[in-house]
């Protein structure tokens, strides 16, 4: 939270995504030689691309205090989600936005805090699949993508049987590293924006939300057939640490470690 009388957002190499999630406010918002007077109502949003700059003063004779939330998004993110839907991504820029509604970045922004206020218990796959969400919506509605060429069809039948067997056998083999969604889609021979979609429609769930629950499913089989303490456990299902575990758990089965293991 800031009080605003003046403050002057400088050129940056990444994107920026402000959103109000405080009460309302009235500002003078300039980019790019451009003023917009905001009312700044909760979730209303402002998108700064990289190398441009952005001024926010208060509309109101005294200044305001001004809660907001702030994501920040690699271009390289962006270009290569451009390059992977074979688009021009040198053709392609980010539009500058200033006290605009987008319910699609407030539904973002609001996961990112939940995210943040859960001591980010659903770990780094989910922050990258929200990225790439992020990156592909930015492309979408705000950007220069009619310039571009204009993307493939979508594969519309989810993965094969084939490329269904080969990620699994990856996921399970895998389990206790780092799994990115990057990684899994070059098992299928994919983008990873596809990868996502097609895995979705092939099983059900999202990566991420299919590798938490196969780690569960390690962690229970683990409880049951050994004696192997808590923390080891955590380790070799892929979570963080022990404290990781017993919150996927609680979540998933309703129980602790603990009573699960006694059970």
């Not at 451009?82 to 040198?90: G, Y």
């Not at 980010?120 to 922050?127: A, I, K, R, T, V």
């Not at 992020?134 to 950007?143: D, K, N, P, V, W």
């Not at 990868?195 to 299919?210: D, E, L, N, V, W």
């Amino acid at each position: 939270m800031q009080t605003v009388d003046e403050i002057a957002v400088p050129t940056s190499e990444r994107h920026l995504i402000l959103m109000n999630i405080g009460r309302p406010y009235r500002l003078e918002e300039t980019m790019d030689g451009r003023l917009v007077r905001t009312s700044g109502r909760m979730g209303d949003i402002a998108i700064i691309p990289a190398g441009h700059e952005a001024t926010f003063r208060t509309g109101a004779r005294a200044p305001q205090r001004v809660e907001s939330a702030a994501m920040v998004l690699d271009p390289g993110v962006v270009a290569r989600l451009a390059m992977m839907s074979e688009l021009d991504a040198d053709r392609i820029e980010l539009a500058g936005v200033l006290g605009a509604r987008d319910p699609v970045i407030e539904r973002f922004g609001t996961a990112l805090l939940a995210e943040m206020d859960g001591g980010g218990l659903l770990g780094e796959l989910y922050l990258e699949s929200i990225a790439t969400a992020l990156g592909i919506h930015l492309l979408r509605t705000h950007s220069s993508l009619d310039r571009a060429i204009s993307p493939v069809r979508e594969p519309a039948g989810g993965l094969s049987r084939t490329q269904l067997r080969r990620v699994v056998d990856y996921i399970e083999a895998n389990l206790d590293g780092r799994l990115t969604i990057e990684e899994m889609a070059g098992v299928a021979g994919l983008s990873s924006f596809h990868f996502s979609r097609q895995f979705k429609i092939a099983t059900g769930r999202p990566p991420h939300r299919y590798v938490i629950e196969r780690r569960v499913e390690r962690a229970r089989v683990l409880l049951a057939t050994t004696e192997l303490p808590l923390h080891e456990i955590a380790a070799l299902a892929g979570f963080a640490d022990q404290s990781h575990l017993a919150r996927h758990i609680r979540r998933q089965l309703g129980v602790t470690p603990t009573a699960l293991r006694r059970s």
